[in-house]
């Protein structure tokens, strides 16, 4: 069996990004589990605004293609006023030219979402990410990772300080990967409410 594709997405318009610090520390732990992994950041990407009335950039077409491929996604973004950052919602805004694939959108992909912020509503950004994933019918991992006051455990140049806080990354990424295989397998995930439409019940 060859092995799954997860693919990190997020960071920040900022330089140093804590956020694509936390996202690449979780794609170790899922490559330390088993995964191919691949990092999108969202900086370098250049996304225009998401319209569908123009042409699509290459740029789009890249993301979607490559989120389409991966098996599984692993989700960055700051927290930005109690939600993602519009950099983040953007790149998202452009996955709808997965609409017309077989099976659309995010359809069985487990997404394990993270987040860092200054203070301490991280989670805010992590239940709006929840709620995207759903609505492209994607699977939300249950373990979720925000990182409060982040200056706390990353150092002025964005490096990740916190030991503790790293093996919790790590761990989310080995989840993802988890998660991957046995929807390889089974066509579903231990933790899923429901398996999806059209899979064989045991």
């Given at each position: 069996?060859?092995?799954?594709?997860?693919?990190?997405?997020?960071?920040?318009?900022?330089?140093?990004?804590?956020?694509?610090?936390?996202?690449?520390?979780?794609?170790?732990?899922?490559?330390?589990?088993?995964?191919?992994?691949?990092?999108?950041d969202l900086k370098r990407l250049t996304l225009p605004f998401y319209t569908p009335e123009?042409?699509?950039?290459?740029?789009?077409?890249?993301l979607a293609d490559t989120v389409q491929a991966a098996d599984a996604l692993l989700w960055?973004?700051?927290t930005y006023h109690g939600s993602v950052s519009g950099a983040f919602k953007n790149a998202v805004d452009w996955l709808a030219l997965l609409a017309d694939h077989d099976p659309p959108y995010l359809s069985n992909k487990p997404v394990g979402m993270l987040t860092t912020a200054g203070g301490v509503q991280g989670l805010q950004a992590i239940n709006a990410m929840e709620f995207i994933v759903r609505s492209l019918r994607g699977w939300a991992v249950p373990l979720v990772f925000a990182v409060p006051r982040s200056s706390r455990v990353f150092d002025?140049?964005?490096?990740?300080?916190?030991?503790?806080?790293?093996?919790?990354l790590r761990g989310l990424g080995a989840e993802v990967t988890r998660a991957a295989l046995q929807f390889r397998t089974e066509g579903t995930c231990d933790y899923a409410q429901e398996r999806p439409s059209g899979a064989v019940r045991d």
């Open positions: 069996m060859t092995r799954p594709l997860v693919v990190g997405m997020g960071g920040s318009l900022r330089t140093p990004s804590t956020s694509l610090t936390a996202l690449r520390v979780a794609v170790e732990g899922a490559a330390d589990a088993g995964a191919g992994t691949l990092v999108i123009h042409g699509i950039p290459a740029s789009a077409r890249r960055s973004s700051p002025g140049d964005g490096r990740l300080t916190d030991q503790a806080v790293a093996d919790q």
